[in-house]
């Protein structure tokens, strides 16, 4: 089955430290691959794709995500974490016949302490 | 403001009823989309819409209705053959692009309790 899947309910992280959310597809063909953000009783925000090309992405918030084909993968990166940063987090995958259905992981709360 | 607005913000419902929760963009998206967000469980999609007076049932569509008479709105009506309506509601749009390139984009979601 078509799917994505993040491994970690919950990231700790101090502020300061790098920080990684991992997020892992099962797709057919070529994927398209999102990274979102989630506030508390907010909507998602996007962060960034990946499409095609380049296989480290840069988005909002000095966040960036490298795309890995060989282990179906797309994790989201930071290289020093803020407390402001706290949220939950999800990958999720474009797909479908004509690329209008997106699938998400179950979400990844990560925690910064200051 | 380009965006999606959703409301209302908080729903209470009591048992039997029907209730529409509305959701307008005015990014000139063709697709439309409504989620159901339980804790623990990430987003699973309702129901979705790629043209006007056209829409595809999602993976948990059972209990829900939907309409797209026009391109700006989709809403979407929790009848009472939802047995578990309680949870949070987000409705996106997109627009297709080339090859599905675009984003998907959301609204601040309502939060639907059933009482």
């Known amino acids: 089955a078509q799917s994505v899947a993040q491994p970690e309910d919950q990231v700790n992280v101090a502020e300061g430290n790098p920080l990684t959310v991992k997020c892992t597809y099962s797709?057919?063909?070529?994927?398209?691959l999102f990274w979102y953000v989630q506030y508390p009783n907010r909507g998602l925000q996007f962060l960034l794709k990946y499409i095609t090309g380049d296989n480290l992405v840069k988005g909002s918030y000095g966040f960036e995500a490298e795309f890995n084909k060989s282990q179906t993968s797309f994790h989201l990166k930071k290289p020093s974490a803020l407390v402001s940063d706290s949220a939950l987090y999800f990958c999720?995958?474009?797909?479908?016949?004509?690329?209008?259905?997106?699938?998400f992981g179950s979400g990844t709360k990560l925690n910064v302490k200051p | 403001d380009g965006g999606i607005t959703q409301s209302p913000k908080y729903l209470f419902r009591k048992e039997g009823q029907n209730v529409t929760l509305s959701c307008e963009q005015n990014l000139n998206h063709d697709a439309m989309y409504w989620y159901r967000q339980d804790p623990g469980q990430g987003l699973r999609l309702i129901y979705y819409?790629?043209?006007?007076?056209?829409?595809q049932k999602g993976d948990i569509a059972e209990g829900y209705s939907v309409s797209r008479e026009k391109k700006e709105s989709f809403p979407l009506t929790v009848t009472s053959a939802q047995k578990n309506p309680t949870a949070f509601y987000l409705c996106?749009?997109?627009?297709?692009?080339?090859?599905?390139?675009?984003?998907?984009?959301f609204g601040p979601g309502t939060r639907l309790t059933v009482l």
């Open positions: 999720a995958v474009r797909m479908g016949s004509n690329f209008n259905k997106f699938y």
């Open positions: 819409s790629q043209i006007v007076n056209d829409f």
């Open positions: 996106a749009s997109s627009s297709p692009g080339t090859g599905g390139t675009d984003t998907q984009y």
């Open positions: 797709v057919s063909g070529n994927p398209y």
